[in-house]
């Protein structure tokens, strides 16, 4: 095949396995944002009872084989970094989907990620194909990975949100991620009989292929649990966790090492940095803060109204002579009435004596 076709076909199987894992990642999202808060078996229950997951399993399954193919018909050192566009196809396609817009600081967010992930993976991928793992270092490796991966997964830290805990999950994924591709390439190996150490039994190629499954299907659980806080900041962490795996164990037991000798060392912790500074950024641009809520000023109680009081004016009367209370009783108000008046035995001791010199002048 023509070389320029090959390459062509390499950026399309590209665009086409980043938007798998982009539409992946906001299905996954959504499913994390709807879904209650759950831990251990009932969590896993429900996602396995959903279509929304099956439907991100698929697109993470369909974005694999894209990008599979893309290698085939292209170079690691063109294929790898186009799959940075994952983050920047999620962004907007997660904003269409919760009915919003895109930030100006989770673009400038994105764009730092992107600028160090290619720079990353620009001087991670080595010169000359590597040797693959021997049996031996694919246990110490998978061992190493599933006290690591529980550490990060287990969100003992004194952060405080959800965030920080998301981003732990995140990494903890992309760490799976990366030392299950590690594994693929021992077990093609020794598919191959070409594992380092002599022939594989069957039972050991099946141990391989178990890793595998399990770390695979651990990152995507995990990837999961990461997007319960967000989207884009989680995503960027599982992309640059995943080749930053994949290039710890290629340098430290394969021999590999980064491009360019001490520059490639160099140009690797700045890209990492600036991989950092837009993971931050993501961070903030994700969850704006909220406008402060005015609370209303208390409304004030209107004071009780006194109980009417019956009133009781004395006149003179015909009947009576002129000094007596009795001597005429004007009624009062009928909404004064309902009211019954004081009697005198309530007055005291001087209403009575004034009661008694009243009737003994009558």
């Known amino acids: 095949m023509n070389p320029a ?15 798998g894992y982009a539409l992946a990642a906001v299905a996954q999202s959504r499913l994390a944002a709807a879904s209650p808060a759950q831990d251990g078996r009932g969590a896993l229950r429900a996602l396995l009872a959903r279509g929304q997951w099956w439907s991100a399993v698929g697109l993470n399954a369909a974005g694999a084989l894209a990008h599979v193919a893309a290698l085939h018909y292209g170079p690691l050192t063109l294929v790898q970094p186009l799959g940075a566009l994952t983050l920047v196809a999620a ?16 673009w400038r967010g994105a764009l730092w990620t992107l600028a160090g992930l290619v720079g990353l993976v620009a001087v991670t991928g080595p010169a000359a194909p590597g040797e693959a793992l021997s049996l031996s270092e694919a246990l110490v490796v998978a061992a190493a990975t599933a006290l690591l991966i529980a550490a990060l997964a287990s969100g003992r830290h004194p952060s405080k949100g959800r965030a920080p805990r998301g981003l732990g999950h995140a990494t903890a994924s992309g760490i799976a991620s990366g030392v299950a591709s590690a594994l693929t390439q021992t077990l093609t190996a020794a598919l191959a009989l070409e594992l380092p150490g002599g022939k594989p039994t069957w039972w050991q190629t099946a141990l391989l ?28 962490v599982v992309n640059l966790s995943n080749p930053a ?21 160099l140009v690797a912790a700045g890209a990492s ?5 837009g993971v931050v950024l993501l961070t ?3 969850s704006p ?15 009780p109204l006194p109980a009417p009081v019956a009133v009781t004016l004395a006149a003179p009367s015909p009947s009576v002579g002129p ?30 004596e004034q009661e008694m010199t009243l009737h003994s002048s009558s």
């Open 5 to 19: 076709i090959g390459t062509v076909i390499a950026v399309l199987l590209s665009f086409v396995s980043a938007a």
């Open 91 to 106: 962004l907007p396609l997660g904003a269409y989907a919760a009915r919003r817009r895109v930030t100006r600081t989770e």
């Open 209 to 236: 292929a178990v890793l595998i499954s399990g770390f695979a299907t651990g990152g995507l659980l995990l990837s999961q649990a990461a997007y319960r806080g967000g989207l884009a900041a989680p995503l960027a």
């Open 245 to 265: 795996a994949a290039a710890i164990i290629g340098v430290a037991l394969l021999g590999e090492t980064f491009r360019a000798g001490a520059w490639g060392w």
């Open 273 to 277: 940095m600036v991989a950092a500074r």
């Open 284 to 286: 903030k641009g994700g």
């Open 289 to 303: 803060e909220a406008a402060p809520v005015m609370e209303p000023a208390p409304t004030p109680v209107p004071a």
């Open 323 to 352: 000094g007596s209370v009795e001597s005429t009783r004007v009624r009062a108000p009928r909404e004064l009435q309902a009211v019954p008046a004081p009697r005198v035995a309530d007055l005291g001791a001087r209403g009575r």
